[in-house]
Every structure is written in C-alpha cells, then in structure tokens.
C-alpha cells in the first residue's frame, strides 16, 4: 500500500501544475538595508543642529515585483525616507528602463516619510544648516542609494513566481488633523470626543501569497504624518514599527509600507519612542485584520499610466520681499531669501511651473490605486474616493517629493489674514523649505490633478 504522505508532495505539483496552466500573477520580493554607516544629517526637521547619533532601528527599502498574465509589469518599492528627490527618482528609473525595459509609468517609488531617515541630494538643503563637508556625504549617500535600489528591484523580478494578489481595507484612527486641532490640546480633546477637521482613517492592503497560500508580502498605506520622533537615531518611525512588527508575525514576508495623503495629519500625542510603536502596533493590527477578514481576489491584470503635468506656481517673491527676508534671524526662510536673492542679482529668472507626477494603476478588474507626487492633503483622498469609488487606494509622497500639495480649501484658508492660528503652512510658506521661487502654488491645481486621474483613469478603463 502507498503512504499516505507520499501523495502529498505529488498532490501539491498537481496543484501548481493546474495554477500554471490558469493565467496567474508572479511577484518577487526583495529588501535591502540602507541605514547609513556614515555620519550623516538627518532629513525632515530645520531645527536639528547635529548628524545622526545612533540607530533605533534599520532603515530599509523592500521591492515588489509584479507580472500580470499578459506579462505586463509593475514595481512597487517602499524606502523609509523623507522623499525620493526628483533626480534619484530620474536616475533610478532611467536605468531600471534601460536594464529591465521598464517604463516610469509601471515604477512606484514611496516614501514613507520617516524624519528620522537621511537628508538626500538636493532635497530641502535650504531648511537645513549644512556646510559642504555634510553635503559631500549627502551626495555620496544618494549615489549610493540609487545602486541599491536598482540592484535590489531587479533582484525581486529575479524572483518572479507564481501568486495571487489580494486587495482589502481596514482601519485605525490614530491620524489627526493637524490644521484643526492644536498638538497641546489633543488628549483633552481625543477625551472629550471633540477633534475636528477632516481625516483618512482607511488601510488599503495589497496582499501577496505564493500558490500553497503563505504570505509573500503586504503592501499597506496610511495618511498621516510619519512623524511620531524627532530625535537623532534613525527609524522608521510608526511605519517602520508597524512593518517589523508584521514581518515577525509572518516569517519570510515582507511588509512595505506606502503613505495616503497625511500632510495635514499628525500621530498625536508624540514625541516619544512608545508612542512610534504603539501606533506602529495599531497600523499592524488593521492589517491583521482585513488578513482574516473577505479580501477580493484580484485577476492577474495590471494596467499602469502616468502623466506629468504642469502645475502654475503663484507669485514669485519680489526683490524688495527677499531683500527683507534674507534679514531676518539666521534660519530655513533666511537661507531660501538670500539664495534666491543671489540668483536674482546674477540675472537668473525663477521657474513658473513644476512638472508633477500622477499616475495611476489598475490592478484586476475594479482596483484603482492612484499615486500621487509631493506631500498631499487629505482632501484628495477624500475627493478621489468619492469621485473613484470608497475603495480606491491613493498614495501620496510617491516618485517625487517636491512640496506640499494643497487643496484649494486649504490654499484659500492658509492666505493671510487667516481665521486659524494653526493655518498658514501647508498652503503657503512651506513652499520655503522645498526652495521654490513662490509663497504658494496658483489656484486651481487641485482641478489640474483631479482632471489628470480622470483622464487616465478614463483610457484605463
Ligand atoms: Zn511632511
């Protein structure tokens, strides 16, 4: 008589031979450590006055490589940094198109906007107080991080295999809208039930598994501020804890995180180590969940689109403005005045627009997932659901983190006189510490974007 067992290995390549035979996805995964061996400063905070102190925990960057049943591809990469630069996101994917064929519009590049990561090449280096010897570092890291995440995306489509991808959504509440509700009052007011302004609470899971049903990876996002710490270790942040915590619950899967549109949202109260995990705990436990809960099986179809448009900046800063800013006491806004000013004087004229990453993908027949450039306000999120389905995934901070993205809500609250002491950055002056030539973008570029996912979304269809 045969064992029983003996049939088990043969019933498992019946198995796979049935899902080969079935238009399937193949993914690969793959991750690298980058935490800086070198002195480095860090991204995200003017205030800071030093370089990097130690490591609370390893910063990482995770590729996803995906292949529909029509061979077409994907790559999603997760990195915990402030933001992909415009250049590193050039660089990384001129070469990924000339090594692997693959086109920008098939390339997810997130941030997850950790302030606890490295400065890179030319990102925000008028916020920061930084001389020479640390921007030499700067640029040797940057150059260094774009050969790790080549080789590390085509080590994942080395490894492409057979899966099936999942989609699912759950929720946590630990974001909080920053414009509406002052960081001093938010305990009494989390209390008393009295938060105000609007918020993102939704988990959007991408779930991979290999054909026997483990889990391969897990792809979540969430719209809030990666802001928790502020000291001089690097870490992931929340987002760090919450896909270390997953990687310890399922042994070989890799969990890669994406941000929603969180720039006006805050994890709050923070400031303290505990606190970064505990809503690293809360992000990981949402994924769980919707783990155990219905998850829509997607077909193996993958349809990806991507439009640069031009976005209008609003007025730029006269000579007289910058002669009376770069006067001011020695810090970010003083630094981008006398910059500025310098390039006025040397007959340089400023740039009016910005060429903004939108893309968009369909995964399967019914899920959109919109990527979006910059630091995004959660209006979008709200709008774009509503517009697109409650079931669409947005990121933001995707493929280039070049400002803040306001919506014109808060473009409209943010011009002076404003009516909420807390009101004034995200639509306004944040435009400094990203060294544009503008106080704020021009009207209407929520309508602009809004109109780019249409019309993609449209040929998609
Ligand atoms: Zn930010």
Redesign the pocket.
Known sequence: MRHPLRAAPLLLLIFLGALSAQPHWKAGTAAFDITPQQPLWMA?YGARTNVAQGTAQPLWIKALALEDQRAQRGLILSTDT?GIPQSIHSNVTKRLQHELNLEPRQMMLHAS?T?CGPVLRRALYDAYPIASPEIARIEQYSNQLEERIVSTVKEAFSRLAPATLFASSGQTRFAINRRNNLEEQVPTLIATQALKGPVDHAVPVLSVRDPRGVLKAVVFGYAC?N?TLSFYQWCGDYAGFAQSTLEKSHPGALAMFFMGCG?DQNPLPRRELRLAERYGNMLASAVEETLLGPQDNLEPELRSSMESIPLPLGPAPTREELKQMSAGPAGGTTRWASRLLAELEAGRSFPRHYDYPVQVWKLGARQWWFALGG?VVVDYALRFKKEHGESTWIAAYCNDVMA?IPSERVLREDMPPRANPRWGYEGNTSMYVYGFPAHRWAEGIEDRIAASIRRQTEALR
């Open positions: 995200g402030l906007h302030h501020h802001t720039a630091e803040y």
